[in-house]
């Protein structure tokens, strides 16, 4: 009896073994499964994206902006259970057949690393089933990525991987003291031939924007038409402040931002005549950092690097940093024809406006 009782015991042992090691291989095979949901409620995703220190371009407004002229806006949540662990906003165009559509996700997604790579590839599949994307491109906003096959990196960027990053947590001496001896002298200069504060009439934004047109004509490079800055002045509202430097309650220079808990985003700037004679963009950069500051934001953007003077003035704030770029997940046969054709067409575009 002892006997039957010990191999009783054995077997009853084995089966409760059996049965643990089962329910420990589901428990830990469903850990990396995550579930996507679309989200509807644009709160919920502004206050996601904020608490996790999303970049602004990832921010609802962003999207809205973007859906008004020309693009789809998707946002994707990843889900661990009932826990939140990734979002994405995803923006789609329309392309001319064969190509059918491109989806992109600007300085994102926002996801705990463990469920990188799965949730991108959940992305990839929805958007190649509901808009026939021939592939998905993302430009995150970090420094080192790892992606698996088939993710490759790309030449065709939208947003420069170069750019000044200023880490605000730094003391204001410390940030000065990075600075090229005559950035600084610009700075004190400048400061006391202009005051700056913030755009909040409709005039000064029309004001500002009309700078705007004068700064383009004078580098030479194109804009969109007036109504999308607009827009993105109502859809991002408070995530979106312009300062302005003035000279007789006039505007001579401003400076346009896009902001997040945990980036400020340099979108646009220019100067007039009378801005560039004071070099009033080195007081107005240095207020704008230093509001940023204030407003606890943890890092400032200056929104990337491009050949010419500009880049040239931004070089004097910090050394360079550089993101990890553009990577692309093909998603179609076409995938290389449209590498191969993206250059030549932005190439004739260009070409055709500067005509």
Known sequence: MPLLISRYNSLALTLTLVIVYHIDHRNWYNKGMIEIQRCNDSEQWDE??????????????????????????????????????????????????PFRAFAYIPRGP????????????????????DHRALALSIEPNSREIDLPTPWNKSDNTILA?????????????????????????????????VSIRQVRSADDLDA?????????????????????????YQQLGEHSPIFAAYVDEKPVAFLWLAVSAGTA??????????????????????????????????????????????????????????????????LSPFYTAWTKALPNAKKIIRAIKRR
Not at 74 to 95: F, M, N, P, S
Request: proline residues 2%.
């Open 48 to 97: 996601y994206v904020l608490e996790h220190d999303g970049h602004p371009l990832q921010l609802w407004g962003w999207g809205q902006v973007k859906a008004m002229h020309g693009w789809t806006a998707e946002r994707v949540c990843a889900y661990d259970g009932d826990v939140q662990v990734g979002a994405a906003q995803v923006l789609i165009r329309t392309l001319p057949f």
């Open 110 to 129: 926002i996801v705990n690393q463990r469920y990188e790579a799965e949730f991108l590839k959940r992305i990839a599949h929805m958007v190649k089933r």
């Open 161 to 193: 991987p170069e750019t000044i990053l200023l880490d605000l947590g730094q003391s204001t001496d410390e940030i000065l003291s990075a600075m090229a001896k005559k950035t600084r002298q610009y700075i004190r200069k400048s400061a006391t031939e």
């Open 208 to 232: 500002c924007l009309d700078i705007y047109k004068q700064t383009a004509q004078r580098a030479k490079f194109n804009l969109h038409a007036m109504q999308y800055y607009k827009d993105i």
């Open 265 to 330: 985003y340099e979108l646009y700037g220019g100067m007039n005549e009378q801005g560039q004679t004071l070099r009033a963009n080195y007081a107005l950069k240095w207020y704008a950092i230093q509001k940023m500051k204030e407003w606890g934001v943890q890092e400032y953007d200056f929104g990337g690097l491009v050949a010419g003077g500009v880049s040239v003035f931004k070089q004097g704030w910090a050394d360079t940093t550089t993101l990890v770029g553009t990577y692309d997940f093909p």
